[in-house]
């Protein structure tokens, strides 16, 4: 929730709490010691956030964390919130966090809310945000023979002068990107179903030179107008 709040102010706070997350861990040793992954240092680098990781089991070290997730979830999440994509649920999220802030009195200061406090208090010693960092993982696939590459059970098309070739597959929370030669040879909305297959006929042009019938009967211009 600190972070959060730093976040949705416009800076960063400098040293930067972190949980046992695999996402930002390649090895955990005993204490605090952490062997942290390339793109989560990438992160910490850019934002210019000290990582400091907390010892396993030992809840007491962040704070009120734990409270504030269920704080979170019964003034925000209850009801369930419908939205429609994930940029429009982050908006909503941001607008309802500064709210519940100006709202809520100051657990020790209690004739001023948590905002208050905080414009007065914190918001000075923020570090300036940087530009948005390019947070995805990425990593080198095959292109399959009928141009496609698999990302979480689902496949995606990419241009079909590529298949049987290798690309660099970088996975955004919202979006697919496939690059090779320096430049976009694929990209698509990231879907979170099971076991779908997303065409776009624009990467299978090429392929019409040499078999123009499929225009008619490929899978990827089956739903093409």
């Not at 005993?30 to 793109?39: I, T």
């Not at 090779?180 to 990231?190: L, N, S, Y």
Request: proline share 4%; glycine share 8%.
């Amino acid at each position: 929730p600190r972070g959060a709040r730093c976040i949705l102010s416009g800076g960063s706070c400098k040293p930067g709490i972190t949980d046992n997350l695999k996402s930002a861990f390649d090895l955990i040793f005993s204490g605090k010691a952490r062997k942290y992954n390339r793109k989560f240092l990438q992160m910490a680098s850019h934002y210019l956030i000290e990582p400091v990781a907390c010892t396993p089991a030992a809840g007491w070290e962040k704070g009120q964390v734990e409270n504030q997730v269920g704080h979170v979830r019964e003034n925000i999440f209850t009801p369930r919130l419908r939205c429609r994509d994930l940029a429009d649920l982050n908006a909503l999220l941001a607008r309802r966090c500064v709210e519940l802030a100006q709202g809520i009195a100051h657990p020790e200061q209690r004739e001023r809310t948590r905002w208050e406090v905080f414009e007065a208090s914190e918001r000075a010693l923020l570090v300036p945000l940087a530009t948005q960092f390019e947070g995805c993982a990425e990593r080198e696939v095959r292109v399959s023979s009928t141009a496609l590459v698999h990302v979480d059970r689902n496949r995606y098309s990419v241009d079909c002068r590529y298949a049987g070739k290798t690309v660099s597959l970088r996975t955004y929370a919202e979006r697919i990107v496939a690059m090779a030669d320096g430049k976009i040879v694929g990209e698509h909305g990231r879907s979170f179903e099971r076991d779908r297959t997303f065409f776009d006929p624009w990467h299978y042009v090429a392929a019409l030179e040499k078999k123009p019938g499929a225009l008619r009967n490929g899978a990827p211009f089956k739903d093409w107008a």
